[in-house]
């Protein structure tokens, strides 16, 4: 396939990850290529967001190692943090502040000057169409306005790497659309997108590769249509379930 020639932005070797002698993540591996999304599947409880906290270095791994653009996640953390961009179900913005507000706080965080932090907001403004409410106060945003102005936020530093941890759960359908606009863009911009969801309908129109967790285990790791081929199934949530109910 085309895809083993684009470039690997994430490795996940052998990673585990203990709470008090509970097993959260058992020993999965995987890579996520430049160019593709990338889907982390299971049930709650599989340890999906685990592994997406350790891949953030949010957490520590028990054992095992992590590396986002070559990066190690422990040694590293700073330089990993700078090239991943995180959206989750929590929008996180800021009601007082406008939205070119926001973006400029969240980009000075992230140590961009202010001539560089301008020329970020105009393409991020233009790119999810936010120009006509940009100035106005975030606590004046529709839910799917928010949502854009989230999306912005994460990327603000234009990272190689976009995280999503269920990031359409509670949205609209409209709202819904920017997220998965989003993903196709950066899809298209060469970064490395995981979707982590649920939502095996959005997955199966998405992803290029899923993986799927279960009780901290990976347990397959194909293409959609390989998977569908493997279990004699006609869509992604019937092949999710029968492997999920054969473990």
């Given amino acids: 396939m085309l895809m083993n020639n684009r470039e690997s932005l994430i490795q996940v070797n052998n990673l585990s990850k203990k709470f008090n002698g509970f097993v959260a993540v ?16 299971g049930p709650n409880g599989a340890g999906k967001t685990t592994t997406l906290r350790i891949t953030s270095s949010i957490l520590q791994p028990t054992s095992g190692s992590v590396e986002v653009c070559g990066c190690d996640v ?51 403004s233009k790119l999810l169409d936010m120009q006509e409410f940009l100035d106005r106060k975030a606590g004046t945003y529709s839910t799917g306005m ?5 999306i912005a936020r994460s990327i603000i530093h234009d990272p190689q790497v976009v995280i999503l941890d269920e990031p359409t759960t509670g949205l609209d359908v409209l709202a819904s659309l920017t997220v998965v606009d989003f ?7 060469g ?57």
């Fill in 26 to 41: 058992d020993s999965i591996s995987f890579e996520t290529k430049a160019g593709e999304i990338f889907g982390l599947l």
């Fill in 74 to 124: 422990v040694k590293d953390s700073q330089k990993v943090r700078e090239n991943i961009g995180i959206l989750t179900t929590e929008i996180g913005v800021y009601d007082r502040f406008t939205g070119r507000e926001n973006l400029a706080y969240f980009g000075e965080l992230y140590g961009l000057g202010r001539e560089q932090l301008d020329d970020r907001i105009e393409v991020l």
């Fill in 146 to 150: 928010k949502q854009k102005l989230a």
């Fill in 183 to 189: 993903m196709r863009m950066e899809k298209k911009a």
């Fill in 191 to 247: 970064k490395s997108v995981i979707l982590s969801t649920h939502r095996m309908s959005d997955a199966e129109k998405l992803c290029d590769r899923v993986a799927i967790m279960h009780k901290g285990k990976l347990i397959d790791l194909d293409t959609v249509k390989g998977l569908l081929r493997k279990t004699k199934t006609v869509d992604l949530e019937e092949a999710f379930l029968k492997m999920i109910n054969n473990k």
